[in-house]
């Protein structure tokens, strides 16, 4: 039967067993081939994946490698011309910085880059005095092909966009690593065998395994975009407040290619709301290394073109090249003396070769006692181990470990720290805060003139009355404070100049004692600046004990001070002396002129008063004998001596007045009209208003009325040997009481407290002490019989009687006689008198700036043609009074100047102490230092105990006229108050430092003030290394124009820089800085400043837009206000750009481009380092992805 076609075979079972084992033994040989297969191919890919990663890992470890030989090349290029300081092996100080090698040396660069340093390249890194770089490349460039095909073209170095090379001749070349190090090439060459490039062999140390190619960019000169700038919405008010600091820069300019409303809107997210707050609170606060919870910022240099090309933020690329996301600075001075006195032209003395001084204490020309106090920062280090205990600017406390060799100004002083010292004691600091940062304490004044009442002290004295220098600081483990700053920053020789130079003994050298101690005047300099920044009106006053006397070193607000005394005598109109009579009476008057010389008042302003204390001599050989029985002078002559003490009050109008210098009215006294009463005991005077007084008759003239002085005169008192006889008036007549003048204020505790003398301080040996004038008030008329007998020329509230004439043009005095015994030919001729002592000419005691205790008063005669309209304002140079003998204001030789400080001449003009430039108008920046020690000459100036001729805040005018650099006229020329936290360091420079008219200076060539810039800070970071700071050597006309733009120059008027100054500004210091290196930021003052315009006066350099632009000393220092704390010297930041390629040559290279890459890596390593010291500060590291 056949099969059913739908039915499949029947199986055999032993047929069906076979089968199947053939099968499965089959599949498991298939499946042992492909495991097979598959191990042999995994065994295969991960060799190449481990030979890819150890190549990388290779290119890895010489990319970094490469790194640290660049890094060490830098630090060795510190000490190329001469060793570093190594008393402390482990940390070396580089004393040898010049302008020269402040930065790196320029190698490989092209004008196509200025942010570009050095690239790798066939010729040394570096090359100095001691040693050259040994970072040499060969002659390969990155662009020519490798054997295996790979190179790396203009493209690839432009990543960073800090600039593009302009053809592949510009670019790196390669450095090759062989086992042993780093190579040219030019030695070992190729074979097989040997010590050759190729020769693979364990034992062959020149193996190449490896080459690296690098560009270095100084990024120290770019914008730190992670700060700078600030919303467009900012009021200007807001503005100005941080104008000092990074975040208050403009990046308005178009050249920037930044939006800055996106910019703040995205990286300030958070903040912008409160920037103001944000920059002073948070920013000032932590180094800027922080971002502001909420807030975006940028990670990486690689982050910010990635936001540039995205055109996130607000940026673009054009805006690439002037901006940084890594900025460091050390928060320490580096400041060092960088002049003897003797290259600008001053003297020769050992003392004052500061430059050649910097790095001695006590080795001569100094002693132990007597030390050297302008160091170079870095080089004043503590010998052991401390832990130091500093301050906040809020008041905390906060330590930091120093080791031996660690420079002793660890940080920067916050001026913040100033608001501290407040006039009623601490505020926000505790005391042993203040004790520590000022060396002050509040407590009861030791002056007994001042018992119970409560002042700030300065305790950290030597046993010889001098502030501690800084390396007796170090010695006592501790951080110094801010008058050990000041006085380790201001040139010694520019300090204690004394009026009376050479004069040991007598009246004028007790009147100038105070002048020689620099204690006194940094003290002084240090309370004026406390007085700057404080909001309120009442004077700083700091007590030191000085060789066991309690000496008071009084600061500076706007408030008036007493310029002159005029002593007044005359008989009053209304009752003449007549032809018979043999008696009268004189009345005796003290005046005062009072000045507040400054631009601006202040609303509040503490209560004033006036205080007239000491002894004062009246005597004439014709007094009345009768009434006074006391005999005064070397000729016993009838007299009194009245012991004074006598004050009243301003009123509210005349606290904020005195504008001009002015005479003191009854309306600006407190209370009730002072009555005209006569004191009727010799030791009182009463505040009166007096007769009408001068030419002009002026009226309601407040003066402090002594004793009457009755004089025996007529028939009894013929003169037979003198045309006139004198009366004399001496202030400070009895030594025991010598006379002052004292402007008081009353405090805030109630207690009333002096803050300026007509004549040096509250030490009464400063004071007038004998010093008389002559008065000539009494004259010989003839008799009817012939004879002559004595009368009053000098009379008060009237005319002069019939037959004395005044000469309206001269102010003499005369009378017609018939036979005058004096004439020639005997019985000729008139009694001429060249002295009007009605006020007008009276003899006065006269200060040229009533905020100075130095070089300042003097004695004057106001006679000759000087305008008697003059005399109520007293004004010492007016533009009004310019004729012939007071073009230069008011002075002249001995016939008009009795007393003045012995290191002037002959002629003494006070008021050209505003300029103190011998009528120059090279200045700024002449080496000339000539004065008029002997002989007539119409300018008066003087030089510091250095030799140095300093120029006066008015002293860029040159030798123009009254109507310009006129401080005692010209609004503008007057000094400033802030009354207000320092915005910069540079608005240090309003502090006035007690020489006439000299505020700290910012300006000149000769400046000893200039390393305040750089002691000082406005931010109030407590770290070692702080962020958001250019370097002054930026090749990058853009960066400093957006630091510029929108400076205040005036912070009365508002004036700021515009944008076009601003250009000018920054273009013609990146020229200087093309050419020459700015090593520290004291060369702003030192040598910037004078290079925008070595002549001045009517010469208008194209940097300023106006004379008063660039003659200005408040205006012409705008610039080192904006670049004082945006700003920097001292660290390099840098970015090295390395590209590393592991590999080797093969072996039949054998030319140097035949080099087979195996793998690669490129970093980009972000360093700063300190150039005074090596050290690396910090660094950041990107790999970059390309």
């Given at each position: 039967?056949?099969r059913?076609p739908?039915?499949?075979p029947?199986?055999?079972?032993?047929?069906?067993?076979r089968?199947?084992a053939?099968?499965t033994?089959?599949s498991?040989?298939?499946i042992?081939?492909?495991?097979?297969?598959a191990f042999?191919a995994?065994?295969?890919?991960e060799?190449?994946a481990?030979y890819?990663?150890g190549?990388?890992?290779?290119a890895?470890?010489i990319?970094?490698?490469?790194?640290?030989?660049i890094?060490?090349e830098l630090?060795y290029?510190?000490?190329?011309d001469?060793?570093?300081l190594l008393?402390y092996?482990?940390k070396p100080?580089?004393?040898?910085?010049t302008?020269?090698?402040?930065?790196p040396q320029?190698?490989?660069?092209?004008?196509?880059?200025p942010?570009l340093?050095?690239?790798?390249?066939t010729t040394p890194?570096?090359t100095g005095a001691?040693s050259?770089g040994?970072l040499?490349?060969?002659?390969?460039?990155t662009?020519?092909t490798?054997?295996?095909g790979?190179?790396v073209?203009t493209n690839?170095?432009?990543?960073p966009?800090?600039?593009?090379?302009?053809?592949?001749n510009?670019?790196?070349n390669w450095?090759?690593?062989?086992r042993?190090?780093?190579t040219?090439?030019s030695?070992?060459?190729f074979g097989?065998?040997?010590n050759t490039?190729?020769?693979?062999s364990p034992g062959n140390t020149?193996?190449v395994?490896?080459?690296?190619a690098?560009?270095?960019?100084?990024?120290g000169?770019?914008?730190?975009?992670t700060?700078?700038?600030?919303?467009?919405?900012?009021?200007?008010?807001?503005i100005q407040?941080?104008k000092?600091?990074?975040?208050g820069?403009?990046?308005?300019?178009?050249?920037?290619?930044?939006?800055?409303q996106?910019l703040?809107a995205?990286?300030?997210?958070?903040?912008?709301?409160?920037?103001?707050?944000?920059?002073?609170n948070f920013?000032?606060?932590?180094?800027?290394q922080?971002v502001?919870?909420?807030?975006?910022?940028f990670?990486?240099r690689?982050?910010?073109?990635?936001?540039?090309k995205?055109?996130v933020?607000g940026?673009?690329?054009?805006a690439l090249?002037?901006?940084?996301?890594f900025?460091r600075?050390r928060?320490?001075?580096?400041?060092?003396?960088?002049?003897?006195a003797?290259?600008?032209?001053?003297?020769?003395?050992?003392?004052?070769a500061?430059?050649n001084?910097?790095?001695i204490?006590?080795?001569?020309?100094?002693?132990?006692v007597?030390?050297?106090?302008n160091r170079l920062?870095?080089g004043?280090?503590?010998?052991?181990a401390?832990t130091?205990?500093?301050?906040?600017s809020?008041?905390a406390?906060?330590?930091?470990?120093v080791?031996?060799?660690?420079a002793?100004?660890q940080?920067r002083?916050?001026?913040?720290r100033?608001?501290?010292?407040?006039?009623?004691?601490?505020t926000?600091a505790?005391?042993?805060?203040i004790?520590?940062?000022?060396?002050?304490?509040?407590?009861?004044?030791a002056d007994?003139n001042l018992p119970?009442?409560?002042?700030w002290?300065?305790e950290?004295?030597?046993a010889?009355s001098?502030i501690?220098t800084?390396?007796?600081?170090?010695?006592?483990?501790r951080?110094?404070?801010?008058?050990?700053?000041?006085?380790?920053a201001?040139l010694?020789?520019?300090?204690?100049?004394n009026?009376?130079?050479?004069v040991?003994?007598?009246t004028?050298?007790?009147?100038?004692?105070?002048?020689?101690?620099?204690?006194?005047?940094?003290?002084?300099?240090?309370?004026?600046?406390?007085?700057q920044?404080d909001?309120d009106?009442?004077?700083?006053v700091?007590?030191y004990?000085?060789?066991?006397?309690?000496w008071q070193?009084?600061?500076?607000?706007s408030?008036?001070?007493i310029?002159?005394?005029?002593?007044v005598?005359?008989v009053?109109?209304?009752?003449p002396?007549t032809?018979?009579e043999?008696?009268a009476t004189?009345?005796?008057?003290?005046?005062?002129?009072?000045w507040?010389?400054h631009?601006?008042?202040?609303?509040?302003?503490?209560?004033?008063?006036?205080?007239?204390r000491?002894s004062?001599g009246?005597?004439?050989?014709?007094?009345?004998?009768?009434i006074l029985t006391?005999t005064?002078?070397?000729?016993?002559?009838p007299?009194?001596?009245?012991?004074l003490d006598?004050?009243?009050?301003l009123?509210v109008?005349?606290r904020t007045?005195?504008?001009?210098?002015?005479?003191l009215?009854v309306?600006?006294l407190?209370g009730?009209k002072p009555?005209?009463?006569?004191?009727?005991?010799?030791?009182?005077?009463?505040?009166?208003?007096?007769?009408?007084l001068?030419?002009?008759?002026?009226?309601n003239?407040?003066t402090l009325?002594?004793h009457?002085?009755p004089?025996k005169?007529?028939l009894?008192?013929?003169?037979?040997?003198?045309r006139?006889?004198s009366?004399?008036?001496?202030?400070?007549?009895?030594?025991v009481?010598?006379f002052n003048a004292?402007?008081?204020?009353r405090?805030p505790s109630?207690?009333?407290?002096?803050?300026q003398?007509?004549?040096?301080?509250?030490?009464?040996l400063t004071w007038f002490?004998s010093?008389?004038?002559?008065f000539y008030i009494v004259s010989?008329?003839?008799?009817?019989?012939g004879k002559y007998y004595?009368n009053f020329?000098?009379?008060l509230?009237g005319?002069?009687p019939?037959?004395?004439?005044?000469?309206?043009s001269?102010?003499a005095?005369?009378?017609s006689?018939a036979?005058?015994?004096w004439?020639?030919?005997?019985?000729?001729?008139?009694?001429?008198?060249?002295?009007n002592?009605?006020w007008?000419?009276?003899l006065?005691?006269?200060s040229?700036?009533?905020?100075?205790?130095?070089l300042?008063?003097?004695?004057?005669?106001?006679?000759?043609?000087l305008s008697?309209?003059?005399t109520?304002?007293?004004?010492l140079?007016s533009s009004?009074?310019?004729?012939?003998?007071?073009e230069?204001?008011?002075?002249?030789?001995s016939?008009?100047?009795q007393?003045?400080?012995?290191?002037?001449g002959?002629?003494?003009?006070?008021?050209?102490?505003?300029?103190?430039?011998?009528?120059?108008?090279t200045?700024?920046s002449?080496t000339?230092?000539t004065?008029?020690?002997t002989g007539?000459?119409?300018?008066?100036s003087?030089?510091?105990n250095?030799?140095?001729?300093r120029?006066?805040?008015?002293?860029?005018?040159g030798?123009?006229?009254?109507?310009?650099g006129?401080?005692f006229e010209?609004t503008?020329?007057?000094?400033?108050?802030?009354?207000?936290p320092?915005?910069?360091v540079?608005?240090?420079?309003?502090?006035?430092?007690?020489n006439?008219w000299?505020?700290?200076?910012f300006?000149?060539s000769?400046?000893?003030?200039?390393?305040?810039?750089?002691?000082?800070t406005?931010?109030?970071?407590?770290e070692?290394?702080?962020s958001?700071r250019?370097?002054?050597?930026t090749r990058?006309?853009?960066?400093?124009?957006?630091l510029?733009?929108e400076t205040?120059i005036d912070p009365v008027?508002?004036?700021t820089l515009s944008?076009?100054?601003?250009?000018?500004?920054a273009?013609?210091?990146t020229?200087?800085?093309?050419t020459?290196?700015?090593?520290?930021k004291?060369?702003?003052?030192n040598?910037v400043s004078?290079?925008?315009?070595?002549?001045t006066?009517s010469?208008?350099?194209?940097n300023?837009?106006?004379?008063?632009?660039?003659n200005?000393k408040l205006r012409r220092?705008a610039?080192?206000?904006?670049l004082t704390d945006t700003?920097?010297?001292?660290t390099w930041n840098?970015?090295?750009d390395?590209?590393?390629?592991?590999g080797?040559y093969g072996?039949?290279?054998?030319?140097l481009?035949?080099f087979?890459v195996?793998?690669?890596?490129?970093?980009?390593?972000?360093?700063a380092?300190?150039?005074f010291?090596g050290?690396?500060?910090?660094?950041?590291?990107e790999a970059?992805?390309?």
């Amino acid at each position: 039967m056949s099969r059913s076609p739908d039915r499949f075979p029947r199986s055999t079972p032993d047929l069906r067993t076979r089968g199947v084992a053939l099968i499965t033994v089959l599949s498991l040989v298939v499946i042992v081939c492909l495991i097979l297969v598959a191990f042999v191919a995994a065994m295969r890919i991960e060799r190449t994946a481990s030979y890819s990663y150890g190549q990388s890992i290779s290119a890895e470890q010489i990319g970094q490698g490469g790194l640290r030989r660049i890094i060490a090349e830098l630090q060795y290029e510190m000490g190329k011309d001469a060793a570093p300081l190594l008393d402390y092996p482990r940390k070396p100080v580089y004393t040898n910085v010049t302008a020269t090698n402040i930065m790196p040396q320029y190698v490989g660069t092209n004008a196509d880059m200025p942010n570009l340093i050095k690239i790798s390249t066939t010729t040394p890194p570096y090359t100095g005095a001691l040693s050259s770089g040994q970072l040499i490349a060969t002659k390969v460039n990155t662009s020519i092909t490798a054997q295996n095909g790979r190179f790396v073209g203009t493209n690839r170095w432009n990543l960073p966009e800090l600039g593009r090379f302009p053809g592949t001749n510009s670019t790196p070349n390669w450095i090759l690593m062989t086992r042993s190090g780093v190579t040219d090439g030019s030695s070992g060459g190729f074979g097989t065998t040997g010590n050759t490039l190729n020769n693979a062999s364990p034992g062959n140390t020149n193996f190449v395994i490896g080459r690296f190619a690098y560009a270095i960019y100084d990024t120290g000169g770019l914008l730190d975009i992670t700060q700078a700038g600030y919303p467009s919405s900012l009021p200007p008010s807001d503005i100005q407040q941080i104008k000092g600091l990074l975040p208050g820069t403009s990046l308005s300019d178009t050249n920037l290619a930044i939006d800055v409303q996106k910019l703040t809107a995205w990286r300030n997210a958070a903040s912008r709301s409160g920037y103001v707050q944000y920059v002073t609170n948070f920013l000032a606060t932590n180094s800027g290394q922080t971002v502001y919870p909420g807030d975006n910022t940028f990670l990486s240099r690689q982050d910010l073109i990635k936001a540039a090309k995205d055109a996130v933020a607000g940026l673009t690329t054009n805006a690439l090249p002037n901006l940084t996301t890594f900025s460091r600075d050390r928060n320490a001075p580096s400041w060092g003396p960088m002049f003897n006195a003797t290259d600008l032209g001053g003297t020769n003395s050992a003392s004052y070769a500061y430059r050649n001084n910097a790095g001695i204490s006590t080795s001569s020309p100094f002693t132990a006692v007597n030390r050297n106090p302008n160091r170079l920062l870095p080089g004043v280090r503590y010998g052991s181990a401390y832990t130091i205990t500093d301050y906040n600017s809020t008041g905390a406390a906060y330590t930091y470990q120093v080791q031996p060799g660690d420079a002793v100004v660890q940080r920067r002083f916050p001026l913040a720290r100033l608001a501290w010292v407040g006039p009623n004691g601490p505020t926000g600091a505790s005391v042993t805060a203040i004790r520590a940062c000022f060396g002050l304490s509040w407590g009861p004044s030791a002056d007994p003139n001042l018992p119970g009442v409560n002042v700030w002290k300065y305790e950290e004295l030597t046993a010889k009355s001098t502030i501690k220098t800084l390396d007796q600081v170090a010695s006592e483990g501790r951080a110094p404070n801010f008058f050990e700053l000041l006085q380790a920053a201001i040139l010694r020789g520019s300090l204690g100049v004394n009026g009376n130079a050479g004069v040991t003994s007598g009246t004028t050298y007790n009147m100038s004692i105070h002048q020689s101690f620099p204690a006194f005047q940094i003290l002084r300099m240090g309370a004026a600046a406390i007085d700057q920044a404080d909001a309120d009106s009442f004077p700083t006053v700091i007590e030191y004990q000085q060789s066991g006397s309690p000496w008071q070193a009084c600061g500076v607000e706007s408030l008036p001070g007493i310029i002159s005394v005029t002593p007044v005598l005359g008989v009053p109109n209304s009752s003449p002396q007549t032809e018979g009579e043999t008696s009268a009476t004189a009345a005796v008057y003290l005046s005062f002129n009072l000045w507040n010389p400054h631009r601006t008042t202040p609303a509040s302003i503490p209560e004033l008063r006036i205080r007239v204390r000491g002894s004062v001599g009246v005597y004439n050989m014709h007094g009345d004998p009768a009434i006074l029985t006391s005999t005064l002078g070397s000729k016993s002559e009838p007299g009194f001596s009245a012991d004074l003490d006598e004050a009243i009050e301003l009123s509210v109008a005349a606290r904020t007045g005195f504008t001009t210098p002015s005479t003191l009215m009854v309306s600006d006294l407190q209370g009730t009209k002072p009555i005209s009463t006569t004191p009727s005991d010799f030791d009182k005077g009463e505040w009166v208003e007096a007769l009408p007084l001068g030419a002009s008759l002026t009226t309601n003239i407040a003066t402090l009325r002594l004793h009457d002085f009755p004089y025996k005169l007529g028939l009894n008192s013929a003169i037979t040997t003198d045309r006139y006889q004198s009366t004399k008036v001496a202030l400070g007549y009895d030594s025991v009481s010598p006379f002052n003048a004292v402007m008081e204020f009353r405090a805030p505790s109630g207690s009333w407290i002096p803050y300026q003398f007509a004549t040096g301080m509250n030490n009464n040996l400063t004071w007038f002490n004998s010093l008389g004038g002559n008065f000539y008030i009494v004259s010989a008329n003839a008799r009817t019989d012939g004879k002559y007998y004595a009368n009053f020329i000098a009379y008060l509230g009237g005319a002069y009687p019939a037959g004395w004439t005044t000469n309206a043009s001269s102010g003499a005095v005369y009378h017609s006689v018939a036979n005058d015994p004096w004439g020639t030919p005997a019985g000729t001729g008139i009694v001429y008198l060249t002295y009007n002592n009605t006020w007008d000419r009276s003899l006065m005691y006269a200060s040229n700036d009533p905020r100075s205790t130095r070089l300042n008063t003097w004695m004057f005669t106001r006679s000759g043609p000087l305008s008697i309209s003059a005399t109520q304002k007293m004004i010492l140079w007016s533009s009004t009074n310019i004729a012939t003998l007071f073009e230069k204001g008011f002075g002249g030789d001995s016939n008009y100047v009795q007393l003045k400080p012995t290191v002037f001449g002959t002629s003494y003009f006070p008021a050209q102490l505003a300029r103190n430039n011998y009528g120059s108008d090279t200045a700024i920046s002449s080496t000339s230092n000539t004065v008029t020690r002997t002989g007539s000459g119409s300018d008066t100036s003087y030089t510091d105990n250095d030799g140095l001729r300093r120029t006066a805040d008015s002293g860029l005018f040159g030798d123009a006229n009254a109507t310009t650099g006129n401080p005692f006229e010209r609004t503008l020329d007057k000094p400033v108050i802030l009354n207000r936290p320092f915005r910069s360091v540079g608005e240090i420079g309003y502090v006035f430092r007690d020489n006439p008219w000299r505020t700290a200076d910012f300006f000149s060539s000769k400046s000893a003030d200039s390393a305040l810039l750089d002691i000082f800070t406005v931010q109030d970071s407590t770290e070692r290394v702080v962020s958001g700071r250019v370097n002054l050597n930026t090749r990058n006309a853009n960066v400093l124009k957006a630091l510029f733009t929108e400076t205040m120059i005036d912070p009365v008027t508002n004036t700021t820089l515009s944008a076009t100054e601003a250009a000018t500004l920054a273009a013609t210091i990146t020229q200087f800085t093309s050419t020459n290196r700015i090593v520290n930021k004291s060369d702003l003052a030192n040598v910037v400043s004078p290079f925008l315009s070595p002549t001045t006066g009517s010469t208008l350099s194209t940097n300023f837009t106006s004379l008063d632009n660039q003659n200005l000393k408040l205006r012409r220092e705008a610039f080192v206000r904006a670049l004082t704390d945006t700003t920097q010297t001292r660290t390099w930041n840098l970015m090295i750009d390395i590209i590393a390629q592991a590999g080797r040559y093969g072996p039949a290279a054998n030319t140097l481009d035949k080099f087979i890459v195996e793998s690669e890596r490129r970093y980009w390593l972000h360093v700063a380092i300190d150039r005074f010291t090596g050290e690396v500060l910090d660094q950041k590291l990107e790999a970059v992805t390309e």
